[in-house]
């Protein structure tokens, strides 16, 4: 089992709509969550860090929390083409020097 | 505010041959991460410094693989020998004192070994 495991996609949607991406994660321990998103050919940039259960908004961006599930997700509103990139997952591991094991990541298309 | 800077952002070499890349952390974080990147995957960990001091290294940070961090500013990541396994981006993070994990990416460095 993958420590961090999100679907690959990819995901489509239509401009305007919900898109909806998930993450699932092994270590019980772990604490902090967060989202990347990262457009082909460039490096990750943060978008979203989540802390304790529930949801935290952010502008058009959501992200959820069940640590009982061990599950985190990204919630995009309103969604736009400039939105259409890969989306990480980044937990980083109980008892470790404040590394991040990222997700394989979900390519997202928002289609105008 | 200025962010992670790296360089070069692009290095091609041949296999055998030695490289070296720079990170410039945000001025005021004072831990550093070093990731590599190969396509279809997200960023794999390889050493981390706070201040100068390395605390750690993955596994996959073979003998080749040395990074360095004088005085707690600048980072270096050299690879010796390198093969053609080793093409990938290589990413430089930094983040500053507090409790959060909260990293922020330079642009990278893609590195191609032919």
């Known amino acids: 089992q993958k420590e961090v495991e999100q679907n690959s996609g990819p995901l489509s949607v239509p401009e305007g709509a919900i898109a909806s991406l998930n993450c699932t994660y092994s270590?019980?321990?772990?604490?902090?969550f967060f989202w990347y998103r990262q457009y082909s050919g460039k490096s990750p940039e943060l978008i979203m860090s989540?802390?304790?259960?529930g949801d935290k908004e952010d502008g058009r961006f959501t992200a959820q929390l069940n640590k009982a599930s061990q599950y985190v997700s990204l919630l995009i509103r309103d969604s736009q083409p400039s939105d259409s990139a890969t989306y990480l997952c980044?937990?980083?591991?109980?008892?470790?020097?404040?590394?991040?094991?990222f997700g394989s990541g979900t390519q997202l298309t928002v289609l105008p | 505010d200025t962010g992670v800077s790296q360089n070069p952002r692009h290095k091609i070499t041949k296999r055998g041959q030695n490289v070296t890349f720079r990170c410039d952390p945000i001025?005021?974080?004072?831990?550093l991460y070093w990731y590599r990147q190969t396509l279809g995957q997200g960023p794999e960990f390889l050493t981390y410094?706070?201040?100068?001091?390395?605390?750690?290294k993955s596994r996959l940070l073979s003998d080749r693989f040395s990074a360095e961090r004088p005085k707690g500013s600048f980072s270096t990541l050299e690879i010796q020998r390198t093969e053609q396994g080793d093409s990938a981006m290589y990413l430089c993070?930094?983040?500053?004192?507090?409790?959060?994990?909260?990293?922020?990416f330079g642009p990278g460095t893609r590195l191609t070994v032919t």
């Open positions: 410094f706070q201040n100068e001091a390395q605390l750690e």
């Open positions: 993070a930094s983040s500053d004192r507090s409790s959060s994990y909260e990293q922020y």
């Open positions: 980044a937990v980083p591991p109980s008892g470790s020097a404040r590394q991040l094991t």
């Open positions: 001025s005021e974080h004072n831990r």
């Open positions: 270590d019980r321990g772990s604490q902090s």
């Open positions: 989540i802390y304790s259960n």
